[in-house]
């Protein structure tokens, strides 16, 4: 059987890559656009929403923010009703800098699929689905400390 993991791995590192090259221009660099592009989505959010949205730990995340945050693309503000809660949202320039992110996602989406039926697009989505499933609860029994049995 086909390493399908492997073969998950490798397009996502080579669009991770392109994508890195092409955000250059707008100063987004490692990965950065992923955190701008779910605060645009869910302004607001929190820290650890944000690290549990996109699967890294938390030291990451809040790498990736201060870097956001230092290049004018997200702010953080305080909580009305808990002043220890600092909630993220993005600036106008993280405003401004988001559709052409999405315009690179979904040209990158269309190069993938290309020369797919549209029930294929459907199938590859709902198998992805579950496998995402199946190693998000994976994810997070790890991450509350479960040790793994090979």
């Known amino acids: 059987m086909t390493d399908i993991l492997r073969d998950i791995g490798i397009i996502s590192r080579a669009l991770d890559s392109i994508a890195n090259i092409e955000f250059k221009e707008y100063d987004l660099a490692k990965g950065q656009y992923l955190y701008l592009v779910r605060i645009v989505e869910n302004p607001g959010v929190i820290q650890d929403r944000l690290a549990e949205m996109i699967k890294v730990d938390r030291t990451t995340a809040a790498r990736a923010i201060k870097k956001l945050e230092a290049k004018g ?59 995402k499933e199946n190693i998000e609860d994976d994810w997070n029994d790890v991450k509350k400390g479960k040790k793994r049995t090979y």
């Open 73 to 131: 693309f997200i702010e953080k503000r305080m909580d009305n009703t808990n002043k220890k809660i600092k909630k993220l949202f993005p600036t106008e320039k993280g405003q401004k800098t988001f559709p052409f992110i999405i315009k690179e996602h979904h040209y990158s989406n269309e190069v993938a699929l290309k020369g797919l039926t549209n029930q294929e697009k459907e199938q590859i989505a709902s198998l992805l689905k579950r496998v």
